[in-house]
């Protein structure tokens, strides 16, 4: 096989026999990505990574395949997928050990079960959680994924997107009732966002399992953007629903603003090292 074809394993650069080209050139695909290229022609893949169009194309359309990349047929975009492959990192690094402590406070003084989770394609996956007591049929652990449409965290997150993000996630994701009170209808869930959105806030009653309440608040990055969400969890017969805008919220973004200080702060320090 020729070592320009991009699926061939060669000894490159005295890298040894066991390298795979193949695999490096598919990573500078998907690193050819970022803030100031969010979606690239085919000619531009080609050009950021010194691949040929046909090559380019070839990791592109597998990429697609595979679902980490979304195309119009012109223009790819990375979608939601990629978070995959850092997971790993994520769950055990930055935004995990900054919001622990956070939420081991906020348990302690509310005496409910919280948890830090980010959104991942229709998903929200849980990336820090202190348990209070069980209050849901499944236990709940880091990795733990549940529908974003049908939780408070979720809907903070989903407020948080862009309205083109939040069209393509309405058009890819169908909405199933869990329980009598879950928002199945996408123009009610576009109105329930937009109320998140305007309150900074989200309180779901027992729409994805009935008897659990919860309420999230929206962590941001030092520009604004939403990167995460922050939950309390209780169940119905301990808590209503004023007692928890009353009582649980006012602890939830105080929690909120701690994690984005603290963010910010090893954000800083990063930078200074």
């Given at each position: 096989?020729?070592?320009?074809?991009?699926?061939?394993?060669?000894?490159?650069?005295?890298?040894?026999?066991?390298?795979?080209?193949?695999?490096?050139?598919?990573?500078?695909?998907?690193?050819?990505?970022?803030?100031?290229?969010?979606?690239?022609?085919?000619?531009?893949?080609?050009?950021?990574?010194?691949?040929?169009?046909?090559?380019?194309?070839?990791?592109?359309?597998?990429?697609?395949?595979?679902?980490?990349?979304?195309?119009?047929?012109?223009?790819?975009?990375?979608?939601?997928?990629?978070?995959?492959?850092?997971?790993?990192?994520?769950?055990?690094?930055?935004?995990?050990?900054?919001?622990?402590?956070?939420?081991?406070?906020?348990?302690?003084?509310?005496?409910?079960?919280?948890?830090?989770?980010?959104?991942?394609?229709?998903?929200?996956?849980?990336?820090?959680?202190?348990?209070?007591?069980?209050?849901?049929?499944?236990?709940?652990?880091?990795?733990?994924?549940?529908?974003?449409?049908?939780?408070?965290?979720?809907?903070?997150?989903?407020?948080?997107?862009t309205p083109r993000q939040l069209d393509d996630y309405l058009a890819d994701t169908r909405l199933i009732g869990l329980t009598s009170n879950t928002v199945t209808e996408p123009a009610?869930?576009?109105?329930?966002?937009e109320k998140v959105r305007a309150q900074g806030y989200s309180l779901v009653d027992q729409e994805l399992e009935a008897g659990l309440r919860s309420v999230a608040a929206p962590v941001?990055?030092?520009?604004?953007?939403?990167?995460?969400?922050?939950?309390?969890?209780?169940?119905?017969?301990?808590?209503?629903?004023?007692?928890?805008?009353?009582?649980?919220?006012?602890?939830?973004?105080?929690?909120?603003?701690?994690?984005?200080?603290?963010?910010?702060?090893?954000?800083?320090?990063?930078?200074?090292?």
């Open positions: 096989m020729s070592s320009t074809e991009p699926d061939s394993t060669i000894d490159d650069g005295g890298r040894g026999a066991h390298y795979v080209q193949s695999l490096e050139r598919g990573l500078a695909v998907i690193r050819a990505f970022d803030a100031d290229h969010p979606d690239l022609t085919l000619s531009d893949v080609a050009r950021l990574t010194g691949l040929t169009r046909a090559a380019a194309r070839r990791f592109l359309l597998t990429l697609t395949d595979l679902g980490y990349v979304r195309t119009d047929g012109k223009r790819f975009s990375l979608t939601a997928k990629v978070l995959e492959l850092g997971y790993s990192y994520l769950s055990s690094m930055t935004l995990p050990e900054v919001a622990q402590p956070h939420l081991e406070r906020l348990s302690a003084a509310v005496r409910e079960s919280s948890s830090v989770s980010v959104l991942d394609g229709p998903d929200v996956v849980y990336v820090a959680r202190v348990a209070v007591s069980r209050i849901m049929t499944v236990s709940i652990n880091i990795g733990t994924r549940f529908p974003a449409y049908a939780t408070s965290m979720g809907h903070v997150l989903l407020a948080g997107l009610q869930l576009r109105g329930e966002l941001h990055d030092s520009a604004g953007a939403v990167v995460a969400a922050i939950n309390i969890s209780t169940h119905a017969s301990r808590r209503g629903l004023e007692e928890i805008h009353g009582d649980l919220l006012p602890h939830l973004r105080i929690a909120a603003r701690g994690i984005e200080a603290d963010m910010a702060a090893a954000r800083r320090v990063t930078r200074l090292g």
